[in-house]
């Protein structure tokens, strides 16, 4: 996380190097990436990157971190409006994120290149950013559980994990086989409709 001299700057210098520094982890996944590249469009000594943040992973994880924040809003705004339905919800954070231009190489690098440090930087999308005994109560009082199959609050654990599994996985095939955005919205759709409609016969 960056250091208290980067929450010092100035709101425009703070953005002006976080712009950059998006530029950079969207032109290239994480080992590529360049401290020099960040601070030559900065227009700060490298020195001065050292200050803000301790190398380029702790840049990099931030970053990911204040957007994925963004995406957890996105998701609770969406369950409040789709009235609790989890699967809905899912469709329009996949939909808005596919869709969102401003990210959309950042999130394809980091898609393509997912470690399990990224993906669980991910999981505050649909779990919330509080210590794991207090995520899953973050969500799901958004959540109308009367909706879902299941009889413990264990079993709703394993329905977001299978969802998030699910999920990520449509992520990585559309950024790997270069999928229109509506083509990716079809499968995802399809591959929620048949979780949510069982797949067996009863």
Known sequence: MPKITFHNLSQEKQHKLMTAIQNEFSRVPLQLASISNIVKEAKVPRGSFYQYFDDKEDAYYYLLSTYILELNEQFIYS???HEGDLFEAIID???????????????????????????????GIFQGHSRKSENMKTISQYINLELLNIKSEKDFE??????????????????????SNAEALLIFRKELELLKNGLARS
């Open 79 to 81: 369950l409040k409006k």
């Open 93 to 123: 954070v996949f939909q808005y994120t596919i869709e969102d231009d401003d990210h959309f190489q950042l999130m394809k690098n980091a898609f393509l290149n997912l470690s399990y440090k990224v993906e669980n930087k991910f999981s």
């Open 158 to 179: 394993y329905i977001v994990q299978i969802l998030k599994a699910v999920t990520f996985r449509n992520f990585v095939e559309k950024f790997a086989k270069n999928l």
